[in-house]
């Protein structure tokens, strides 16, 4: 799904209504495939930028075009990579082996004129851009999904530690649990079918949030370690939040996140650098850059939150009825059209008057 939204319109810009469906399909988030079904928005958005529009008072509108997505849409759409690729990132030319190397300056070194040209010239460019008219200062890393996956490798390692420690068994399991409902967090462990893997439930937003800042490590760890543990996951709370505040110092959070980085990295940790994942670089390199760029907005603007719920509204509603997206038969339809004429429907009764001049049905109750 891809959405549009007016970033002026900042005190509406975090309501899922306010963000409108252009393009809705069901394939498989492939490059090849993206492409063709883009081709023509990515025609349409080259010529708005360039030609701007005229609306219905005659007054003419330069458009500045943004975009931002979760890594992999962004990736591919960038022509990237996978984000598990030596050369990962959309805005510098950092590689895998020099993450955790304090010495590196890493800046938006990349430029979108230069992908344009030669996408070959920057290594992990594979292929064209699909939004080539898009500066590439103007590609907004999502602040949902770098707190959702910094998150949920914070986790991860505290599962690792407790492996590493021979601690981990169904005294631990039980303990996780019993403190996920001490904090009003629905959570499970299974084993896959025909493995000796333990699953668990993929929390929501919300809830990682909960669990970040209130889950009691000292039930997993002996309590210096859990301390550790805490003050890391505290200050990475903290800047997420200060990521989300557009009267964030853009330097002072640049201090702070470099800071987390080397707490993270500490020997006492047990983490290595090879923990570090994409979206901490992005976290730690370019956020600052792009807090400064993008202060008229501030980069909550460009938050992904309000189209997950927008895509959640849309499931629950179309795809979640008793026809399954449709039903059978010659009477069948697609939820996605079903989708896409609804969204018409508000769009053409926000701009014209004709329904309040609608009879409404009256119910008549026969006895």
């Not at 509406?12 to 809705?24: D, G, K, Q, S």
């Not at 490059?31 to 219905?56: H, I, P, Q, W």
């Not at 509108?61 to 690729?85: H, I, Q, R, T």
């Not at 330097?251 to 994942?277: E, G, K, P, V």
Request: hydrophobic share 40%.
């Amino acid at each position: 799904m891809i959405t549009c939204s007016i970033l002026d319109d900042i005190d509406n810009l975090y309501r899922p209504e306010n963000h409108y469906t252009i393009v809705l399909y069901p394939g498989v988030e492939k490059y090849e495939t993206l492409n063709n079904v883009l081709k023509s928005l990515a025609m349409e958005l080259r010529k708005l930028k360039e030609e701007g529009f005229k609306d219905n008072q005659n007054v003419e509108w330069k458009v500045e075009l943004y975009f931002s997505s979760d890594w992999k849409f962004l990736a591919m759409c960038l022509g990237l990579n996978a984000a598990n690729s030596r050369y990962f990132c959309p805005w510098c030319e950092v590689s895998k082996e020099q993450q955790g190397d304090f010495s590196y300056e890493w800046t938006i070194s990349k430029t979108m004129d230069q992908i344009r040209e030669d996408y070959t010239f920057y290594k992990g460019h594979i292929r064209p851009a699909i939004f080539d008219m898009i500066p590439l200062q103007h590609w907004v890393p999502d602040e949902l999904h770098i707190m959702l996956r910094i998150t949920d490798v914070l986790w991860r390692l505290v599962l690792d530690e407790l492996r590493s420690r021979n601690t981990w068994g169904e005294r631990a399991r039980n303990v996780i649990i019993e403190e996920m409902k001490r904090i009003d967090v629905k959570f499970h462990f299974w084993l896959e079918i025909g493995s000796t893997n333990w699953q668990y439930t993929s929390l929501m937003g919300q809830d990682k949030l909960v669990v970040l800042q209130h889950f009691d490590l000292s039930k997993l760890f002996p309590y210096s370690r859990a301390v550790q543990i805490r003050s890391l996951w505290d200050k990475f709370y903290l800047l997420h939040k200060a990521m989300k505040d557009s009267k964030t110092d853009a330097t002072q959070f640049s201090n702070d996140a470099r800071a987390w980085l080397h707490q993270f990295l500490d020997s006492n940790y047990f983490y290595q650098a090879s923990d570090i994942t994409p979206y901490m670089h992005v976290l730690v390199y370019h956020i600052p850059e792009m807090m400064r760029i993008h202060h008229n907005f501030g980069l909550a603007a460009f938050s992904c939150s309000a189209v997950e719920k927008k895509n959640h509204q849309q499931v629950s509603h179309f795809f979640k009825r008793t026809t399954k997206d449709g039903g059978t038969g010659k009477g069948r339809k697609s939820a996605i059209i079903d989708i896409l004429e609804y969204e018409n429907r508000l769009l053409y009764f926000k701009e014209h008057d004709e329904i309040d001049s609608m009879q409404l049905p009256k119910r008549l109750r026969v006895k």
